[in-house]
């Protein structure tokens, strides 16, 4: 055994259990000792971070062995620090699967919160907690993202005071969260996890009667901010007042009367507006009065900023601000899932502006409220996220995810930096269920910021507000033409012109914001690790990709941004603009001068659009243009009841015809003429030069049965129905039909049940 495994061996049998402590020690400098809470702050709060008892419960009988009240636990740990990372002072790392483990401490209440109301607060606990004051259940928790508290007020004693928590963190029954957290060693992109407490815990005085929670709406165009604020407690006669600061000045305030919930109109003498990279933050206060007494008053802040879509564009304030985000994990190499420092926080923000950034994307985790802080004082914009992985689609584990993405939403709905939402990454197709359930407690929570229901790989929300993919194409010219060819040429599927798609079904994502929300993974000294594809041999090889990568995105008109990975190495992954102890790993102005250069979006440059066959294949000609093909798409002659016997020849007179333009339908795709009933015909005239033919097709969307017929000769008849565009190639069948000259096209759909659409598009080449 070499000394590494023998320290090791000895940490293990401390934890298990043959070191005992007698006692609870303070130490000398409380780590975190800042609020935890910035956007909701009483004056009157203890930390209770530091030293605390730990014991790993290997049996799960700390019951039974009398751990909830009185009993000393056989280890110490650092709250708020996860028992695998160093700063905990354990240092377990992936070296225990640790399932069942318990905590312990004493503290005396201030007399400042003598005769209060008090709340613990815990600001993550990995998985399922259950918290003990003096003996007395507190209350318990399920979720290990966001912060819980319990009202202990009638849990306390003079004195000395226990607090006692118990945590089950099973992550390997496939119904809980997991992100990036491994299940056994670190590996590929999966490192090492975080079990029980992992976020700041803390005491807080409030009145008889409090403000529980704030919803902060701001109206630019106004120049005002709407509040929600709950109340808890029944005092009588309550009045709330809130006022809003600029530096200090009192910029407006409003006033309401009564219990429970409460909406107030501040509106604002000077409009100061939250910008990226020009914030400017409002103070607000709040404080509730019964009668003529103050009983209680909290601070927050709000930033006067407004999101909004306008076709592919996402709009801040009503620019196009093209979002320049970095992948941030979130994970640190001493504290793990908890930040060594709040000044490490701001650091990580700092780190990825110097390379240019604007924003990022918070991957798989949940992160602090201290970290959007900053993120609000520093005008960075992010979008929020869940730690998906881990509990694949089994329904056990739907409620849970739920209640805990609700929470996270109620939580961090007031900062101005967060600018979407996108709860999953990179799920299968068989999680449309929970994913669109999550995508509309999202938008009932919080209307106000656009929301993607997945990240990369499979979307399976008919009607998106935005969309995304994941590309790590290592050549920059290909990335460059790929994503070009995507809007301009709609390339996709076996065929060439087979660029039709259904805007309602899981391709609408052409005619929404759009944004390519993984790239780049370029390693660099990654030996002992991996990076995406091969990496550069010299730096300037780096910088060229780099550059090349990054300036596929900034020259495409059509997307509103990109998410570069990664901000930092994580263990074995080498692929971050940062070393895993975020020391640089190159020139972060070279980095700067790349990614902040000017974009086309920026530049107001026009969205592509929706484009047609002759435009993006010029061998093949549209005959008769789908919705797709713009001015190629004229009206067709239609009937809904039944035509005469010969309705499909040229000849028949269809001059009695109502005219309309496809598609037809309720659904299914983009109508332009409503069709409700069983059955629809259509007619018309195209043109065509006789050229010799070499292929011919039709490219179709129906529901559902339909035939096609040219100068009355059938020329395709197809069954059921199809959520996308189909292309047939019937080259024969139009040689025989097609005649130079006018020709006529004669169409029938039949539905039976469910939506109806049809629109079709005719080729030549």
């Given at each position: 055994m070499n000394r590494k495994q023998s320290m090791a061996g000895c940490l293990a049998m401390m934890v298990a259990g043959i070191l005992i402590i007698g006692a609870i020690h303070s130490v000398a400098a409380v780590p975190r000792p800042e609020h935890p809470r910035p956007d909701m702050l009483r004056e009157n709060w203890m930390t209770l971070n530091g030293e605390w008892q730990f014991e790993i419960d290997k049996a799960a009988d700390g019951e039974a062995r009398g751990l909830t009240y009185g009993k000393d636990l056989n280890a110490k740990i650092i709250v708020p620090f996860c028992p695998e990372s160093k700063l905990s002072g354990l240092g377990l790392g992936n070296t225990r699967k640790l399932k069942d483990v318990w905590y312990r401490r004493t503290?005396?209440?201030?007399?400042?919160?003598?005769?209060?109301?008090?709340?613990?607060?815990?600001?993550?606990?990995?998985?399922?907690?259950?918290?003990?004051?003096?003996?007395?259940?507190?209350?318990?928790?399920?979720?290990?993202?966001?912060?819980?508290?319990?009202?202990?007020?009638?849990?306390?004693?003079?004195?000395?005071?226990?607090?006692?928590?118990?945590?089950?963190?099973?992550?390997?029954?496939?119904?809980?969260?997991?992100?990036?957290?491994?299940?056994?060693?670190?590996?590929?992109?999966?490192?090492?996890r975080t079990t029980g407490i992992w976020q700041p815990v803390w005491l807080e005085a409030v009145g008889s009667s409090f403000v529980e929670s704030l919803s902060v709406v701001p109206d630019p165009d106004n120049a005002r901010v709407l509040i929600t604020a709950r109340i808890d407690g029944r005092d009588q006669d309550l009045t709330l007042k809130a006022e809003a600061f600029a530096d200090g000045r009192l910029m407006g305030s409003d006033t309401t009367k009564g219990p429970w919930q409460n909406t107030l109109v501040v509106n604002l003498k000077e409009k100061k507006l939250w910008e990226p990279g020009a914030p400017f933050l409002y103070d607000l206060k709040l404080t509730l009065s019964s009668g003529n007494d103050q009983i209680d008053e909290l601070k927050s802040y709000f930033g006067l900023r407004k999101i909004t879509i306008d076709g592919r564009k996402i709009l801040i304030n009503g620019k196009p601000v093209f979002q320049r985000l970095i992948l941030d994990q979130g994970f640190y190499p001493d504290g793990l899932w908890t930040a060594p420092s709040d000044e490490e926080l701001k650091k990580d923000v700092e780190r990825s502006m110097a390379c240019g950034y604007n924003g990022a994307r918070l991957h798989q985790k949940v992160f602090e409220p201290r970290f959007l802080y900053w993120a609000d004082k520093l005008g960075y914009l992010v979008w929020g996220e869940y730690p998906n992985a881990g509990y694949g689609n089994q329904r056990e584990g739907f409620s849970a995810v739920v209640n805990e993405w609700t929470e996270i939403l109620l939580r961090d709905r007031n900062h101005p930096s967060v600018v979407g939402w996108c709860a999953f990454n990179e799920n299968f197709e068989d999680s449309g269920e929970l994913q669109q359930m999550i995508w509309h407690i999202t938008k009932a929570v919080d209307p106000t910021r656009p929301a993607l229901e997945a990240s990369g790989w499979a979307h399976t929300l008919p009607h998106p507000e935005v969309r995304d993919a994941h590309d790590y194409t290592g050549n920059p010219a290909q990335l460059r033409k790929k994503w070009l060819d995507y809007f301009t040429n709609q390339v996709e599927g076996p065929y060439p012109p087979a660029r039709y798609f259904n805007p309602g079904s899981s391709q609408a994502d052409r005619g929404v914001p759009f944004m390519i929300s993984e790239i780049g993974g370029i390693g660099w000294a990654t030996e002992g690790g991996w990076s995406y594809g091969n990496g550069p041999k010299t730096l300037d090889e780096f910088y060229e990709r780099y550059q090349g990568t990054i300036d596929a995105m900034l020259d495409n008109p059509n997307l509103?941004?990109?998410?570069?990975?990664?901000?930092?190495?994580?263990?074995?992954?080498?692929?971050?603009?940062?070393?895993?102890?975020?020391?640089?790993?190159?020139?972060?102005?070279?980095?700067?001068?790349?990614t902040a250069r000017q974009a086309?979006?920026?530049?107001?440059?026009?969205?592509?659009?929706?484009?047609?066959?002759?435009?993006?294949?010029?061998?093949w000609k549209v005959l008769v243009g789908a919705v797709q093909d713009g001015t190629l798409s004229t009206p067709y002659h239609y009937v809904m009841e039944e035509p005469a016997a010969d309705w499909?020849?040229?000849?028949?007179?269809?001059?009695?015809?109502?005219?309309?333009?496809?598609?037809?339908?309720?659904?299914?795709?983009?109508?332009?003429?409503?069709?409700?009933?069983?059955?629809?015909?259509?007619?018309?005239?195209?043109?065509?030069?006789?050229?010799?033919?070499?292929?011919?097709?039709?490219?179709?969307?129906?529901?559902?049965?339909?035939?096609?017929?040219?100068?009355?000769?059938?020329?395709?008849?197809?069954?059921?129905?199809?959520?996308?565009?189909?292309?047939?190639?019937?080259?024969?069948?139009?040689?025989?039909?097609?005649?130079?000259?006018?020709?006529?096209?004669?169409?029938?759909?039949?539905?039976?049940?469910?939506?109806?659409?049809?629109?079709?598009?005719?080729?030549?080449?």
């Open positions: 503290f005396e209440l201030p007399s400042t919160m003598k005769g209060k109301r008090v709340r613990i607060h815990f600001g993550g606990v990995d998985y399922q907690a259950w918290v003990y004051i003096n003996g007395q259940l507190a209350g318990s928790h399920i979720g290990e993202n966001v912060e819980f508290n319990f009202d202990i007020t009638s849990l306390l004693k003079d004195g000395a005071n226990e607090v006692v928590v118990k945590v089950l963190d099973n992550m390997w029954s496939g119904l809980q969260p997991c992100g990036k957290q491994c299940g056994d060693q670190s590996y590929s992109c999966f490192y090492t509103f941004g990109f998410c570069y990975t990664q901000l930092t190495d994580i263990e074995q992954e080498r692929n971050g603009l940062y070393f895993y102890d975020r020391k640089p790993k190159f020139d972060t102005k070279k980095l700067h001068d790349i086309a979006y920026e530049r107001g440059e026009p969205v592509a659009p929706q484009p047609s066959v002759a435009v993006a294949f010029a061998q499909m020849n040229e000849a028949f007179d269809d001059k009695s015809w109502k005219s309309g333009l496809a598609g037809f339908g309720t659904g299914g795709g983009v109508v332009r003429t409503e069709w409700k009933t069983a059955d629809i015909y259509l007619r018309k005239t195209f043109d065509y030069d006789g050229a010799d033919l070499k292929n011919g097709a039709v490219v179709i969307c129906h529901d559902e049965d339909t035939e096609i017929y040219v100068n009355g000769q059938k020329i395709l008849g197809v069954s059921g129905f199809i959520g996308q565009y189909k292309m047939f190639m019937l080259t024969e069948e139009l040689k025989k039909a097609l005649k130079k000259g006018a020709n006529t096209l004669a169409v029938h759909t039949h539905q039976t049940w469910g939506g109806q659409y049809i629109d079709l598009a005719l080729l030549v080449e």
